[in-house]
């Protein structure tokens, strides 16, 4: 009996703990983001409208509605697609295999894909700016 009685106590003791979940989403990362620089090894004119690329975050729902131009898309494909970040400000797309490592500063928000150490130039740094 006595052990029955301390294993409940402790089923409640571990119930009752704080929960250290490193999946809670940055609520920093909510609202709208237009893109104003993109950081990289790669060609684009000098005279690309970025204001066309935004992010909206949804961080009650892990949610990311994408739009970019119809010509070009950079951070990822347009459309509504489930998200998840950790402690370490890691953000992914969830059924993606790429992941970015996110800073907000102010009203700047920078996303750094996490890139493949045996690929030299597929390092990009997409920067975005609070609308």
């Known amino acids: ?6 294993f409940i106590i402790l089923i409640g003791f ?4 704080d929960n250290n979940d490193e999946s809670a989403i940055d609520s920093a990362l909510e609202g709208e983001w237009v893109l104003i620089d ?3 090894y790669c060609a684009f004119s000098e005279n690309v409208d970025f204001s066309t690329h935004r ?5 009650n729902t892990n949610e990311i509605v994408i739009s ?4 070009r898309s950079f951070f990822y494909d ?6 998840s970040s950790n402690q370490d400000k890691v953000l992914q797309i ?3 295999d790429k992941s970015y490592v996110y800073e907000i500063d102010g009203d700047v928000l920078s996303l ?3 890139d493949n150490p045996m690929i030299a130039d597929d390092e990009v740094t997409y920067k975005y700016i609070k609308n």
């Open 38 to 40: 993109v950081l990289c």
């Open 1 to 6: 009996m006595k052990k029955i009685l301390l």
């Open 14 to 17: 571990i119930s009752c703990s």
């Open 68 to 71: 970019n131009n119809p010509d």
């Open 78 to 83: 347009a459309g509504t697609y489930n998200f």
């Open 94 to 96: 969830v059924g993606s």
């Open 112 to 114: 750094t894909y996490v």
């Open 55 to 59: 992010l909206v975050f949804d961080t």
